[in-house]
Each structure stands twice: as C-alpha cells, then as structure tokens.
C-alpha cells in the first residue's frame, strides 16, 4: 500500500540525509558555470569574514592612537586607523552582497530542478497513490520542501559556515593578541550557548511539528471543502466545513504559542549566557590593562569581537530551528521523489506499434487487496476496428478493466496485449498515446474552453480545435458562449453541464485520433434525451476504430459487435444483443429490468406533460 508524508514519520532528531540528497543539485553535472559560482562565492564569504574579524583590530587601534598624548602631532595615524576600519566595513558588506548575488543563480537553479522533479514524479506514481493522497497536503509537502531548500541554503551556507569560520579567526586572533584564557572563556561561552540552544530547540522540536501537522490538516479540509463545494451547499453545512476548519485552526493556534512561548524562554537564557561571557572576558581584560599588559584598545577590541559574535550567535537558535524544519520539510519531499513507482517501464521497452489495434484479454487475474480478488480469469478479444461492451451490475469489475488496459495498474496474472504486444513490454507513454478514453465524470481544468479540448493533442491550431469541437457537436454552443472558445469552465469543469463537458471529453478524445476507444460509462449520468446526443457523437468517432465500451445502460450497447456480461469479476455471457436476449439469463433480465424502468419514467413525463391529468394524479403516477 502507498504510504503517505507525514510529519510522524519524522519524529526526533532530523535526518540529514536531505543534505546529501540536495548536493547533485548544488553541483550539478555539465554545468561547469554553476560550479564556477559556487566557488567564487565561497571565496567571497571567507574574503568578507577576514575583513569581518579586522574591524575590532582596526577600533581597538584608533583607541589606542587617539588615546595617547601625542594625539594632536600624529593625528594621521589615528585618520588612517579609522580609514581602514571604514574600507574593512564597506569591504565586508561589499563581498557578502557579491557572495549572495553569485550564488542566486546556483541556489534557485537548485530549488528549481528539485521542484519540478519532485512534480513530474508524482504525476508518475500509481493510481492507487492518488486514490490515497490528500491533495492539500501533498501540495503543502513540495511547497515546504522547496521552501525548505531555500531556507537550509541561506542558513547553513550563509549563517553557519560563516559564523564557524569567524569563531576559528577570533580563537587564532585572541591566542596572538592576549593570552590563552581569552580564548578559553570566549570557546567555553560558545560552547555552552551552542548546546543550551540545541537542547532547548530539540525541546521545541515537537510544538513545531504540531504546529506545521495542523497547519496541513487545516490546508487540507480547505482545500477538500472549496473543491467539494457545491456537496456542501447541497446539504446545508457550511457550518459543519467551518467548524471542522476552526478545529484545526484551534490546534494550530494552541501549538503556535506553545512554539511563541518556548521560544521566549530559549531567548532568554541565550543571552543570560552571552552576557555572562561578555563579562568574563571582560574582566580578564581589565585585570590585564592594570598588570600592564594590556591597552585601553585591547580592551576595546575584545569587547567588539564577543559582540561582533554575539549577532550570529543571537540567531543560532532560530538558525538551528530553520534548518532542524527545512530538513524535515525536504525529507518529505525527497521521500517523495524517490517514492518507487509501483508501474515502471521495463529497462529499454519499446514504443507499442499499432497496426489494426486488436485487443486480447488472456486469463487475467487483478486485485486491489489480495483478500479481495476482482477480475478472475478474464479473457476476451476486442477485435480490429470492431467494437466490445462490457456490462454487468455496479462492483463487478467493468471500470477495473479500463483501468489495467491503460495500466494504471499492473495485472497479478494473465496477459493484456495489444496488436500481440503485451502491454507491460511496452513504454506507458506509447501505449495511452494509442488510447482515447471518454469517461464516466469529466473533470476539465479550470481553464478556457479552447485549453480543455487541446488538451487532447498539445499544440493542435484552433482551426483543428474547432474542427474536433464541430464533430462533438459542440462548436455551435461554444460559440454562443460570450468569450466563445476562450470562456473559462470553472474548476473541474463545473460552468457546464454534465452533457457539455461530455461533449468537450469527446472533442478532445477527436482530436487525440487514437487508434483504440475506450468509453467508460460515458453516458451513464445523462438524461434520456442528452445520451441520445452524446451517444450519436460517440458512434462516429467510433467508427473504423477499435472500441471498447464499459457501460450501464444497455440500450447504449444493442449494437456492439460482442456484449460481455461481467458478475462478481467473471464473464457469465457473451453474444450480441439478439443472442443474449434468447438466452433469458442475466443479460435478458438486466435488459427488462431497465426497458421497464425507462418505460415507467415515459409513462411519468407523459402524465407531468398532459394538462388534463391534475398534479395530485402526476405525483401519483409509477416512477
């Protein structure tokens, strides 16, 4: 079974298996102009930390100069200092704005490629995948994870590094300049602070789970509510929606300030500790200017540098707590694009070649579940350029069929082939490139009218839309619209009605001009009167191609060269419509069952039609 990203899968101490993961990306190959960037940036940030440590160097000297008695003869060396400590300032800003700049192109070429990995492998994994997901929330996983990619390079790259290097040059600086204590107390402070703050965001760790983890649900009710919206209107529960949603809401705002709360306290004790170092350090210093050892400058010097590193250090919590999240929120979308696809293509599979486009079921076995099997040795043959129903009540495995012929799953036993080709030896592609398909529910994009039928074939001209709209029957109507082909259809398509968008499945599945048919209950949800349309449209783009119809209603099905009957997964009849019927089985009774019906809702429009016939009579009427 498909398992989903969850925040629960990644309790405890974050992987940092991301980093690994992400490195390709960071240094990718034949992109020798990437490399260069990353290189040159690296240089850049060490130039801007070197000239970063000499600003105390530069302050504690123009002190020392400007402090002396001779201040008023030799003023130039005190200007000088100054000067230099002001060129070290503009040098270390000027080389971290050129260090962020080169490095843009390296980091959002980066996010880029794993974004759009991360898309195009969903869109390859099973159908079982996304009958399981929940969109809200896979939506929320790459956009985090992407978000994540950004934040770790901006920290770990540009916070981190940094600051370790500056740790390491004022460590070297204190041990020439002073004495080893200085930076025994400056190592010891940063110490203790690196692993106060550690150990309070570990702490802090599960608030931001459960914060992000109803930050999801509460996407994902949003997202489920506004795309199931008309539902809601049916059944008056918008209070319900709401409610559910302030639940979530509730959640999220409760572990929001646990989060707000903790890191108070975290903030707190970072600068207890830091101002406790500060006076350690500066006690030292001072203990050294009245023995003599030390300057005025020194003391100066040694100050600005715990303070230069306090900066840093003051954001090592939100820092670590960054990149603590953004491995998390990449190790969801990593697992993500290394999902294994349960359908793959085998390692050099050909193209299907289509000659005629016969189709042959052979002894085919599937189940969803093992405990529940669906199909059980089914075998048929739809032959070249002739048509095939497959009938039988609801559950007995009709639209499973459609569904293993596109494989959107792959078959436990058996063979499925096409032109003799089994179709798992073939690339997925070729073989759905060969398949049209009108559905049972068509879901359009929330786009135009001409995007929607274009879909059928990418790139198609508008004379060749128009031309497939026409053969659907459907060019009249869009045209009516006021925007014409460029009306918008809403999201799924619900600005029409279910006969337009069948219409529009049609136009599109025309304009595909596969070789092989697949109609999957394509007039089931229809009125009489509409089916009759849609099933005339149908009959032509059927012609001269091998069809294959899943259907309901019987009467869309008299005509087809071989009926199947399918029940609990098995075929029990086949024939056509005439043979079937003289049989007097479970075709025949399906048949009567539903010519009484249709006759029953004749009889009823008839009386609702007549205005002789009173309403109390109308309602009385069989339906």
Same mark, same amino acid.
């Given at each position: 079974?498909?398992?989903?990203?969850?925040?629960?899968?990644?309790?405890?101490?974050?992987?940092?298996?991301?980093?690994?993961?992400?490195? #390709?990306?960071?240094?990718?190959?034949?992109?020798?102009?990437?490399?260069?960037?990353?290189?040159?940036?690296?240089?850049?940030?060490?130039?801007?930390?070197?000239?970063?440590?000499?600003?105390?160097?530069?302050?504690?000297?123009?002190?020392?100069?400007?402090?002396?008695?001779?201040?008023? @003869?030799?003023?130039?060396?005190?200007?000088?200092?100054?000067?230099?400590?002001?060129?070290?300032?503009?040098?270390?800003?000027?080389?971290?704005?050129?260090?962020?700049?080169?490095?843009?192109?390296?980091?959002?070429?980066?996010?880029?490629?794993?974004?759009?990995?991360?898309?195009?492998?969903?869109?390859?994994?099973?159908?079982?995948?996304?009958?399981?997901?929940?969109?809200?929330?896979?939506?929320?996983?790459?956009?985090?994870?992407?978000?994540?990619?950004?934040?770790?390079?901006?920290?770990?790259?540009?916070?981190?590094?940094?600051?370790?290097?500056?740790?390491?040059?004022?460590?070297?600086?204190?041990?020439?300049?002073?004495?080893?204590?200085?930076?025994?107390?400056? @190592?010891?402070?940063?110490?203790?602070?690196?692993?106060?703050?550690?150990?309070?965001?570990?702490?802090?760790?599960?608030?931001?789970?459960?914060?992000?983890?109803?930050?999801?649900?509460?996407?994902?009710?949003?997202?489920?509510? @506004?795309?199931?919206?008309?539902?809601?209107?049916?059944?008056?529960?918008?209070?319900?929606?709401?409610?559910?949603?302030?639940?979530?809401?509730?959640?999220?705002?409760?572990?929001?300030?646990?989060?707000?709360?903790?890191?108070?306290?975290?903030?707190?004790?970072?600068?207890?500790?830091?101002?406790?170092?500060?006076?350690?350090?500066?006690?030292?210093?001072?203990?050294?200017?009245?023995?003599?050892?030390?300057?005025?400058?020194?003391?100066?010097?040694?100050?600005?540098?715990?303070?230069?590193?306090?900066?840093?250090?003051?954001?090592?919590?939100?820092?670590?707590?960054?990149?603590?999240?953004?491995?998390?929120?990449?190790?969801?979308?990593?697992?993500?694009?290394?999902?294994?696809?349960?359908?793959?293509?085998?390692?050099?599979?050909?193209?299907?070649?289509?000659?005629?486009?016969?189709?042959?079921?052979?002894?085919?076995?599937?189940?969803?579940?093992?405990?529940?099997?669906? @199909?059980?040795?089914?075998?048929?043959?739809? #032959?070249?350029?002739?048509?095939?129903?497959?009938?039988?009540?609801?559950?007995?495995?009709?639209?499973?069929?459609?569904?293993?012929?596109?494989?959107?799953?792959?078959?436990?036993?058996?063979?499925?082939?096409?032109?003799?080709?089994?179709?798992?030896?073939?690339?997925?592609?070729?073989?759905?490139?060969?398949?049209?398909?009108?559905?049972?529910?068509?879901?359009?994009?929330?786009?135009?009218?001409?995007?929607?039928?274009?879909?059928?074939?990418?790139?198609?001209?508008?004379?060749?839309?128009?031309?497939?709209?026409?053969?659907?029957?459907?060019?009249?109507?869009?045209?009516?619209?006021?925007?014409?082909?460029?009306?918008?259809?809403?999201?799924?398509?619900?600005?029409?009605?279910?006969?337009?968008?069948?219409?529009?499945?049609?136009?599109?599945?025309?304009?595909?001009?596969?070789?092989?048919?697949?109609?999957?209950?394509?007039?089931?949800?229809?009125?009489?009167?509409?089916?009759?349309?849609?099933?005339?449209?149908?009959?032509?783009?059927?012609?001269?191609?091998?069809?294959?119809?899943?259907?309901?209603?019987?009467?869309?099905?008299?005509?087809?060269?071989?009926?199947?009957?399918?029940?609990?997964?098995?075929?029990?009849?086949?024939?056509?419509?005439?043979?079937?019927?003289?049989?007097?089985?479970?075709?025949?009774?399906?048949?009567?069952?539903?010519?009484?019906?249709?006759?029953?809702?004749?009889?009823?429009?008839?009386?609702?039609?007549? #205005?002789?016939?009173?309403?109390?009579?109308?309602?009385?009427?069989?339906?």
């Amino acid at each position: 079974m498909a398992q989903h990203v969850t925040e629960s899968e990644f309790e405890g101490t974050p992987s940092f298996r991301p980093l690994g993961m992400l490195l #390709p990306y960071l240094w990718p190959k034949g992109r020798s102009d990437l490399k260069r960037r990353v290189v040159y940036s690296l240089i850049c940030l060490v130039l801007a930390k070197v000239a970063t440590v000499s600003l105390p160097i530069f302050f504690g000297r123009a002190v020392d100069a400007l402090s002396g008695s001779r201040v008023a @003869l030799v003023l130039a060396v005190p200007l000088t200092l100054v000067a230099a400590y002001t060129a070290a300032r503009i040098v270390m800003q000027a080389f971290a704005q050129v260090r962020d700049g080169i490095f843009a192109k390296v980091a959002f070429h980066a996010l880029r490629e794993v974004g759009v990995s991360t898309f195009a492998h969903v869109h390859t994994l099973s159908l079982r995948f996304h009958l399981e997901r929940k969109t809200g929330g896979l939506s929320r996983a790459i956009e985090r994870g992407t978000r994540g990619i950004d934040m770790l390079l901006s920290f770990a790259i540009f916070s981190i590094f940094p600051t370790i290097l500056e740790l390491i040059l004022i460590a070297i600086i204190m041990l020439n300049h002073f004495d080893v204590w200085f930076a025994i107390v400056t @190592l010891a402070m940063v110490a203790v602070y690196i692993w106060v703050t550690f150990a309070i965001t570990n702490w802090r760790v599960k608030f931001r789970r459960e914060m992000i983890a109803s930050d999801t649900e509460a996407s994902t009710k949003t997202v489920d509510s @506004l795309l199931n919206y008309e539902t809601v209107k049916y059944f008056g529960s918008e209070g319900h929606e709401t409610a559910r949603y302030d639940s979530a809401m509730k959640r999220f705002s409760e572990a929001s300030i646990k989060t707000q709360t903790s890191l108070s306290v975290l903030n707190t004790v970072q600068a207890v500790i830091v101002a406790l170092g500060l006076a350690a350090v500066m006690i030292l210093a001072a203990y050294g200017i009245k023995a003599g050892r030390l300057t005025v400058g020194d003391f100066v010097m040694v100050n600005a540098y715990l303070v230069q590193l306090y900066v840093p250090l003051n954001l090592l919590g939100t820092v670590y707590r960054e990149i603590t999240q953004a491995l998390v929120d990449m190790d969801a979308m990593f697992s993500l694009l290394h999902k294994e696809q349960e359908v793959q293509d085998k390692p050099g599979a050909p193209p299907l070649k289509v000659n005629g486009g016969e189709i042959r079921f052979d002894d085919v076995c599937f189940a969803y579940d093992p405990a529940r099997q669906v @199909l059980k040795g089914v075998s048929f043959t739809v #032959p070249a350029g002739k048509t095939v129903a497959v009938v039988g009540p609801s559950g007995a495995g009709k639209s499973t069929i459609s569904r293993i012929l596109f494989r959107f799953y792959d078959i436990q036993s058996g063979a499925v082939t096409i032109d003799g080709q089994d179709i798992r030896g073939v690339t997925q592609n070729s073989l759905r490139a060969a398949i049209g398909i009108v559905p049972q529910d068509t879901v359009l994009f929330n786009d135009t009218v001409r995007y929607n039928i274009g879909y059928g074939r990418i790139g198609a001209s508008q004379s060749e839309i128009e031309a497939a709209a026409e053969a659907a029957q459907i060019d009249t109507f869009v045209k009516s619209l006021p925007d014409g082909y460029d009306s918008t259809v809403g999201e799924r398509g619900l600005k029409l009605s279910g006969g337009e968008k069948q219409r529009v499945a049609i136009a599109r599945t025309i304009l595909k001009n596969p070789p092989i048919l697949l109609l999957d209950e394509a007039t089931s949800a229809l009125d009489t009167h509409t089916e009759r349309e849609i099933q005339s449209a149908l009959k032509d783009v059927s012609r001269n191609r091998t069809t294959l119809v899943i259907a309901h209603r019987l009467s869309t099905v008299v005509d087809a060269d071989e009926i199947l009957v399918l029940d609990h997964g098995r075929i029990v009849e086949r024939g056509r419509h005439e043979e079937l019927l003289a049989l007097n089985r479970a075709y025949a009774s399906m048949w009567n069952k539903q010519k009484e019906a249709a006759a029953a809702r004749e009889r009823l429009l008839e009386v609702e039609n007549d #205005p002789e016939v009173s309403p109390d009579v109308a309602r009385t009427a069989p339906a």
